[in-house]
Structure formats: structure tokens, C-alpha cells
């Protein structure tokens, strides 16, 4: 079982900066690829961004792309999302994922998710 923790959401204006930071406890999780999606109210669950295990190269949805950069600390068990240039659309609810498959941009294709954390930008 796997347990997933995000923490840094918050409220900033729009060209603003956040880290989001996901904490990974019950399995060591270098092995697995981490994923981050977003979801706004009434709209469905969009990938965000995902690294392979071994931090091998990660992938964007195009609308993050040149803004968002994934990361991970294996030491640590935690994934990382740092955003830039923040817009009000991107405004949602971020959660991080672990898939124990190739899949990296379906939902569906994911394991364990974390609760959410907020993230609202403000014009």
C-alpha cells in the first residue's frame, strides 16, 4: 500500500510561483513513474506532468509546458512540481500519482493518488 501526501498548494497572483511537493510513504517509489494531474470544478481530471522511474525524461501537457518542471528526490520518496508563470487557468485542485504500468497521461492508468491540494491563482 502507498500512501501519497501533497503539501505547497495556496493562493498567489497570476505570475507567481509555487512548489508542490508529494511525500510518498509505504514502498520506495524510484521505481515507479509519478504523475501529476489537475482538476478544476465541473471539469474532469487533465495530466499535468510525469517522470519515469530513475528520473528519466519527463513529460508535459502542452498547456504546462516551459512553465512546469517535475522532479524527484528518490532519497526522499517525493515528487516535486515547481509552476512559473502561474495563469488563472490554472487554477484546480493538483494530485499527485503513481502508476505501477507505463501509462503516463491516463488517469486511468494510475495506482494510488493523494487527497489534493489547492491551488488557485488570482488576476
Known amino acids: 500500500q502507498v500512501q501519497l501526501v501533497e503539501s505547497g498548494g495556496g493562493l498567489v497572483q497570476a505570475g507567481g510561483s509555487l512548489r508542490l511537493s508529494c511525500a510518498a510513504s509505504?514502498?520506495?517509489?524510484?521505481?515507479?513513474?509519478m504523475g501529476w494531474f489537475r482538476q478544476a470544478p465541473g471539469k474532469e481530471r487533465k495530466f499535468v506532468a510525469a517522470i519515469g522511474w530513475s528520473g528519466g525524461s519527463p513529460y508535459y501537457a502542452d498547456s504546462v509546458q516551459g512553465r512546469f518542471t517535475i522532479s524527484r528526490d528518490d532519497a526522499e520518496n517525493t515528487v516535486y512540481l515547481q509552476m512559473n508563470s502561474l495563469k488563472p487557468e490554472d487554477t484546480a485542485v493538483y494530485y499527485c500519482a503513481l502508476t505501477y504500468g507505463t501509462t503516463y497521461s491516463r488517469p486511468g492508468g494510475y495506482n494510488y493518488w493523494g487527497q489534493g491540494t489547492q491551488v488557485t491563482v488570482s488576476s
Open positions: 509505504g514502498r520506495t517509489v524510484s521505481a515507479y513513474t
